[in-house]
T-cell receptor, first 113, second 114 residues
Framework: KNQVEQSPQSLIILEGKNCTLQ??????????LRWYKQDTGGGPVSLTI?????NTKSNGRYTATLDADTKQSSLHITASQLSDSASYIC????????????FGGGTRLMVKP | EAGVAQSPRYKIIEKRQSVAFWCNPI?????LYWYQQILGQGPKLLIQ????????DSQLPKDRFSAERLKGVDSTLKIQPAKLEDSAVYLC????????????FGPGTRLTVL
């Protein structure tokens, strides 16, 4: 069964600090992995998309890594800001018709001043 | 470029009542998705349309949920009758296809069933 597990479930950090969110998946065969940011009351917004051949991708202060061998990904946030407070969802797409997505449960990040 | 539009943004109803949600995808996106997101969880796919045809509705509770996309553009999702456990955010997404098949999400409709 395709699964995506994220850790931690929630995290509180101080403004300006760095943090790393983890994602482990069992989706096979693998097509691509995305990280989404979801603000409270809003829909998910894509941060990064990585395919099998990519092992790191950055989007401003967000850097995602992918190890397709161990089926793990991480999202590193540098110099956190209050606006980074949100849920971060790891989503994996398998190589099947329609590229169905498997969603993780998300990590709820709170950045405090 | 306009994003995915959804309405209403919030809805409060009593159990056993009916409710309908509306979604307008990004122009030109042939694929449309409806997701249910319960508080603290990731979204769960309810139904996927390709133009006006259903690709996957395996997780749609068909005894009470229905969805249509008659002209291959806008879509409506209906719940009749609603149960307490239907309280959730209902997200609509659309995609253009392609190798990444990136999905763009709307802001969602937050449903509270009392």
């Amino acid at each position: 069964k395709n699964q995506v597990e994220q850790s931690p479930q929630s995290l509180i950090i101080l403004e300006g600090k760095n943090c790393t969110l983890q994602c482990n998946y069992t989706v096979s065969p693998f097509s691509n992995l995305r990280w989404y940011k979801q603000d409270t009351g809003g829909g998910p917004v894509s941060l990064t998309i990585m395919t099998f051949s990519e092992n790191t991708k950055s989007n401003g202060r967000y850097t995602a890594t992918l190890d397709a061998d161990t089926k793990q990904s991480s999202l590193h946030i540098t110099a956190s800001q209050l606006s980074d407070s949100a849920s971060y969802i790891c989503v994996v797409s398998g190589v099947v018709a329609g590229n169905m997505l498997t969603f993780g449960g998300g990590t709820r990040l709170m950045v405090k001043p | 470029e306009a994003g995915v539009a959804q309405s209403p943004r919030y809805k409060i109803i009593e159990k056993r009542q009916s409710v309908a949600f509306w979604c307008n995808p990004i122009s030109g996106h042939a694929t449309l998705y409806w997701y249910q997101q319960i508080l603290g969880q990731g979204p769960k796919l309810l139904i996927q349309f390709q133009n006006n045809g259903v690709v996957d509705d395996s997780q749609l509770p068909k005894d009470r949920f229905s969805a249509e996309r008659l002209k291959g553009v806008d879509s409506t999702l209906k719940i009749q009758p609603a149960k307490l456990e239907d309280s959730a955010v209902y997200l609509c997404a659309s995609s253009l296809g392609g190798i990444y098949n990136e999905q763009f999400f709307g802001p969602g409709t937050r449903l509270t069933v009392l």
